[in-house]
């Protein structure tokens, strides 16, 4: 074990230590109240009508050129989880596309592949245990986010776990989870429809919204079928609510133009839940194997009734896997599906509150499944619900590459607490990165204690936050700006991450390994150290893509100098510069928002 963190911090420089206090305190109030974060006690999950308070949109520069490194960073920050400065470097000069199109074209390591070797089946006493299965394909996530060279497709498959939501909550089934998390993986660029119809056959999903082994109904004995995964799928994964017109708006009925148009109604639901009847285990696998393997049709247990829902009509007698493919079909092609899709990915990448024209050049990038770049490269298949073109739409949103001077004040995102702190360990060229010795992230769900967020976590269907949420009370809020990450970042969890983020920032977490893991690279930083302004200005480049405010910097600047560095002790001293300046680095409004 490394040495408590509290006591190696405090024998460094105990005016390091109240430098810290002082001026950590303003930074987490400032994050909760920042403007370009928010949202209300509402749980609408449409797209609110805009404030009219709002400036109107700045007309998009069109342009994807990574022309410094400040915009790098910003792309990088949108697109995966950072960069370090050597990577900047780099990518300076090129075109976003560039990146894209290699990211697109980096093939999926699977997680089942991975998590199989070490559950070791074919051991009786180790196929009925459940201790060691409790956290590989999280190890496998954290590990792969931060050091692995696909950060766009574990962004999307982060992001779409947050849409298409189901979880193990008592992890104890890696096989499981891995199994799911690999068909949202391996669709990631591909095609919306093939990750509803695949997640469908999950027994994952299956056991979590309890239609598996889900029978026909009886109307001898009154049983009807389980409705659960009929009313989430449309609510949740796909149409949503009301009908959205494709910038995300509510559609109206002449003379009420307040009130949406209801996308489906009770029978939908109860004609829907006649299709996922009769699914199962597959009775072909032994032991765990049937959690890793598509759940199988059972037509002696399916409803043979007539179905039908929203515009799709199954005939009585039609088989079980046909009336899946039918549905999955029908729910996919309804018109809902592109704005609905359209504005959460927007949201999970780049903008918290995405303004109706962003929505509508994504959505029709969804629809077309085609985008074409400003500089003429084509991403997409041209198959409508193509995730490459919308990925491509997203992040190559002219919007995005405006000067600060130019953004709109709902522009940017609200960056929840797993992706700053990868943010950060990719930043920082951590070494030896090996989740597995790292018991802190065995279980990161505290606010209190550490990020308040577990990836593949949710503690409901609805994810960590609603995607219409705007935070009462809060700059933001006033301007009818949705944030939903600011329903998991507050006053209580600034703290909680601040604290969570210095044990690892100063290299003082627990571990269970002989050898030091997720161990900083400072090399860098301990250079400029001695040029406090200077460090400063390399911090706000590496974590804020060079959006640091002005007074930010000077608050870190007098903290760090307060730190003496003295002739007997320099690599320390300079060490504790380094660090307190990243500790107040990561907890400042500019780096929780970036924009």
């Known amino acids: 074990m490394r040495p408590n963190i509290t006591n190696k911090f405090m024998t460094r420089s105990n005016q390091a230590k109240l430098s810290l206090l002082k001026y950590l305190l303003p930074f987490g109030i400032a994050i909760v109240m920042s403007a370009c974060g928010g949202g209300s006690s509402s749980s609408s999950e449409q797209t609110p009508t805009p404030s009219p308070q709002q400036p109107p949109e700045p007309t998009p520069v069109s342009t994807s050129l990574l022309s410094d490194k400040a915009t790098a960073q910003r792309f990088m920050a949108f697109a995966g989880f950072g960069a370090t400065d050597a990577q900047l470097e780099a990518m300076v000069g090129t075109d976003a596309t560039d990146w894209l199109t290699q990211q697109f074209a980096m093939p999926y390591q699977s997680y089942l592949e991975r998590v199989l070797p070490k559950l070791e089946v074919d051991q009786p006493e180790t196929r009925n245990s459940t201790a ?14 931060i050091a692995g060279q696909d950060p766009l497709r574990q962004r999307m498959l982060f992001a779409l776990s947050q849409i298409v939501v189901a979880n193990d909550n008592n992890r104890k089934n890696a096989h499981r989870e891995a199994y799911y998390l690999d068909q949202l993986g391996r669709n990631a660029f591909g095609n919306y429809q093939d990750i509803l119809l695949d997640i469908t056959y999950t027994p994952l999903m299956g056991r979590y919204l309890t239609y598996l082994n889900n029978r026909k109904g009886d109307p001898v004995s009154g049983r009807l079928p389980d409705e659960n995964y009929a009313r989430e799928i449309l609510q949740l994964f796909s149409i949503g609510l009301v009908e959205l017109n494709m910038d995300g708006s509510l559609k109206t009925e002449s003379g009420s133009p307040d009130a949406g148009i209801e996308t489906y109604d009770n029978d939908d639901i109860i004609n829907l839940a006649r299709v996922f009847t009769g699914l199962t285990f597959d009775p072909a696998q032994r032991g765990i194997g049937a959690y890793y393997h598509p759940m199988v049709m059972i037509d002696e247990r399916h409803s043979t009734l007539e179905k039908h829902f929203l515009n799709t009509q199954i005939p009585a007698q039609t088989d079980g896997t046909t009336s899946i493919q039918l549905a999955i079909e029908g729910i ?10 359209a504005r959460q990915l927007i949201q999970r990448f780049t903008t918290s509150h995405p303004s109706p024209a962003y929505i509508e050049r994504v959505a029709n990038a969804f629809e077309t499944g085609q ?7 084509s991403f997409g298949s041209a198959s409508r619900g193509d995730l490459t073109a919308t990925l491509a739409a997203i992040l190559l949103e002219p919007s995005l590459f405006l000067p600060t001077s130019e953004t709109a004040t709902s522009a940017g995102k609200v960056r929840e607490p797993v992706l700053r702190f990868i943010h950060w360990a990719r930043a920082f060229s951590l070494g030896n990165v090996n989740s597995a010795a790292e018991t802190q992230l065995r279980a990161t769900d505290s606010p209190s204690k550490s990020l308040g967020q577990r990836p593949f976590g949710s503690p409901s269907v609805f994810n960590f936050y609603r995607p219409g949420y705007i935070a009462p009370s809060t700059q933001s809020g006033e301007l009818g700006l949705t944030a939903p990450e600011f329903q998991v970042v507050n006053t209580g969890s600034a703290i909680g991450f601040v604290n969570f983020m210095t044990a690892y920032i100063t290299n003082n977490t627990r571990t269970t390994s002989d050898t030091d893991t997720f161990v900083p690279n400072y090399s860098q930083e301990l250079l400029l150290a001695s040029d406090p302004p200077a460090l400063v200005e390399h911090l706000s480049m590496l974590l804020t893509g060079g959006r640091m405010t002005d007074d930010t910097k000077l608050q870190i600047q007098q903290a760090i100098e307060s730190i003496g560095v003295r002739s007997t002790d320099q690599q320390a001293d300079l060490l504790a510069r380094v660090e307190l300046g990243i500790i107040m680095a990561v907890s400042a409004p500019s780096f929780t928002v970036i924009y």
């Not at 092609?333 to 592109?338: D, E, G, L, T, Y």
């Not at 985008?371 to 490269?377: P, R, S, T, Y």
């Open 332 to 341: 996919f092609n309804h018109p809902n599906v592109a704005p609905f899709m």
């Open 371 to 377: 985008f074409i770049a400003d500089n003429g490269v």
């Open 132 to 145: 060691s299965t409790q956290r590989y394909q999280l190890e496998m996530f954290w590990d792969t986010a």
